[in-house]
C-alpha cells in the first residue's frame, strides 16, 4: 500500500515519508470503516481475547505454561499497576486498567509485527478514545465516592492552601483536571507511535532507495537497514513504555479521584 | 469523512484530527475487550490467585501447627523429665534419712537390750547373793547349834533359845571381824 503512494521512489530522488504515509485509503471502495487501522484494532481484540480466554480458561492453582504467561501480564497490572497505586479499593479496576494495557500493548506491537507493520495508536482517533474512556473513568470514580459538588470543590480549591493561592492554583487545577490530563495523555501515546513509525519508515525506506542507486549508494544502503533493524528493537521497548505509562498514569488518575483530597 | 482520503493525494492532512470511523470503532472495540476480559478472563484469573493463596496459607498454618505441636510436646517431656529428676532426688534423700534414722534406732534398741541384759543380770545375782546369804546362814546356824550342843551338852531344842544363840553368835562374829 505505502509503495503505491510513493511514486517518487523510482524516478526523480528520494521522497522522505511524511504523515501521508499515514493517510490510508479504504481497503473496499470508500468506506471509512475498511481502513487497515481500522482491521488491526478488530485483530487486536480478537487476538487479546482469544489469548487471554486460552490462558485462563483452565486457571489452576499450578499453572500451565500458557496459563503463565496470561497470568504474568495479569499480575503485572494487577500488582504493580493497580495494588501498588489504587490501594486497597484496587480489585474493581483491574478489569479496566488490564484492558487497557493490553488493548495498547497489541496494537503498538502491531507496529513492528511483520507484515501488519502499522501501530494503530499512530492514528489520533485511537488515543483520544482511551484518553476519554480514562477521563471519564476518573471523573465518574471521584464523583461516586464524593459527590459532584465536593468533588468539584476539592479540585477547584484545593484544601490546606492558603486563599491567596488560590488565584493563581484554581485555573490551573481546572485545567489539569479536565483539558491537560486527556490531552497529555491521548498525545503522548500517539506522538509516540507516530513518530517511532516514522522513523522506522526513513530508516528502512532510505535503505531501499539507496540499494537501487549508484555503486557507493548500494555499499551504504545495509548500514541504513543496519539502523533500521536497531531502531525496531527500540521501538519496541517505546511500545511496552507507552502501554505501561498509559496505564499507570490511569492508575494514578483513579488513586487521585478516590483520595480524600486530591 | 471521506474527503479526508480524497484529499490525500493532495495537500497535507493534520494528524491531530481524528477520523470519525475510527473513533467508532476505537470505542466499540475498546468495549467489546473490556467485557470479554471482565467476565470471562479476570474472575478465572482471580479465582486461581484466590486458591493459590488459600493452598500456600494453609500450608503454611499447617507447619505452623505441627511446628507448635512439637514445641509442646518437647516441653512437656522436658518438664516431665525434670520431674522425674526432682522425684528422684527426693527418694535418695528420703532414704538416706531413713537410713540413718534405721542405724539410730537399732543401736538405741541394742543399747536398751544391752542395758536389760545387764540389769537382769545384776538382779538374778544379787537374788542369787541373798539367796547364798539366807541358806548359808540357815546352815551356819544349824551346824554351829549342833556344834554347840554338843560342846555344852544340853539341848538346845527350844527354837526360841535357839535362835537367840545363833543371833547373838552372828552379832558376835561381826564384832570380831
Known amino acids: 500500500m505505502l509503495a503505491l503512494v510513493r511514486q517518487g521512489a523510482e524516478g526523480e530522488g528520494f521522497v522522505p515519508p511524511s504523515t501521508k504515509d499515514f493517510e490510508l485509503p479504504p481497503i473496499f471502495g470508500d468506506n471509512p470503516y475498511t481502513t487497515k487501522p481500522i482491521f488491526l484494532v478488530l485483530l487486536s481484540v480478537v487476538l487479546i481475547s482469544v489469548f487471554f480466554i486460552a490462558a485462563s480458561r483452565k486457571a489452576a492453582v499450578v499453572p500451565s505454561k500458557l496459563q503463565f504467561a496470561g497470568e504474568s501480564v495479569y499480575a503485572f497490572v494487577r500488582n504493580d499497576l493497580a495494588k501498588d497505586v489504587i490501594g486497597h479499593e484496587f480489585l474493581r479496576f483491574v478489569p479496566y486498567l488490564f484492558t487497557l494495557f493490553t488493548f495498547i500493548l497489541v496494537n503498538n506491537w502491531f507496529g513492528i509485527i511483520p507484515l501488519l507493520q502499522f501501530p494503530t495508536m499512530s492514528h489520533v482517533g485511537f488515543a483520544y478514545v482511551l484518553a476519554a474512556f480514562t477521563f471519564f473513568v476518573f471523573h465518574y470514580i471521584g464523583i461516586k465516592k464524593h459527590g459532584v459538588f465536593k468533588y468539584l470543590k476539592d479540585i477547584m480549591f484545593m484544601p490546606g492552601v492558603p486563599k491567596a493561592a488560590y488565584i493563581l492554583i484554581t485555573p490551573l487545577e481546572i485545567l489539569t483536571f479536565f483539558l491537560v490530563r486527556p490531552l497529555t495523555l491521548s498525545l503522548r501515546l500517539f506522538a509516540n507511535m507516530f513518530a517511532g513509525h516514522l522513523l522506522l519508515l526513513v530508516f528502512i525506506l532510505g535503505g531501499e532507495h539507496l540499494a537501487q542507486g549508484a555503486l557507493a549508494l548500494k555499499l551504504v544502503s545495509p548500514f541504513a537497514f543496519g539502523i533500521g533493524i536497531v531502531l525496531t528493537f527500540f521501538e519496541f521497548m517505546v511500545q511496552c513504555l507507552q502501554a505501561y505509562i498509559f496505564t499507570l498514569l490511569t492508575a494514578l488518575y483513579i488513586a487521585g479521584a478516590l483520595a480524600d483530597e486530591h | ?177
Open chain 2, 1 to 177: 469523512m471521506n474527503k479526508f482520503y480524497f484529499a490525500a493525494e493532495g495537500e497535507t492532512l493534520n494528524p491531530l484530527i481524528p477520523h470519525t470511523s475510527e473513533i467508532i470503532v476505537g470505542a466499540v472495540a475498546f468495549t467489546l475487550l473490556f467485557l470479554v476480559l471482565r467476565s470471562k478472563v479476570v474472575p478465572m484469573f482471580e479465582k486461581a490467585f484466590t486458591a493459590r493463596t488459600e493452598a500456600i496459607q494453609g500450608g503454611m498454618e499447617r507447619a505452623e501447627k505441627a511446628q507448635l505441636e512439637a514445641q509442646r510436646a518437647l516441653s512437656q517431656y522436658n518438664e516431665q523429665l525434670s520431674k522425674a529428676r526432682e522425684e528422684a532426688q527426693t527418694l535418695r534423700e528420703e532414704a538416706r534419712v531413713q537410713g540413718v534414722s534405721i542405724v539410730e534406732e537399732l543401736r538405741a534398741k541394742a543399747q536398751e537390750e544391752a542395758a536389760r541384759i545387764t540389769s537382769a543380770a545384776h538382779a538374778s545375782i544379787e537374788a542369787e547373793r541373798q539367796q547364798a546369804i539366807t541358806s548359808l546362814r540357815n546352815e551356819v546356824g544349824a551346824l554351829a547349834v549342833e556344834l554347840a550342843s554338843k560342846i555344852v551338852g544340853e539341848s538346845l531344842d527350844d527354837q526360841a533359845r535357839q535362835s537367840r544363840i545363833v543371833d547373838r553368835f552372828l552379832d558376835d562374829l561381826e564384832k570380831s571381824k
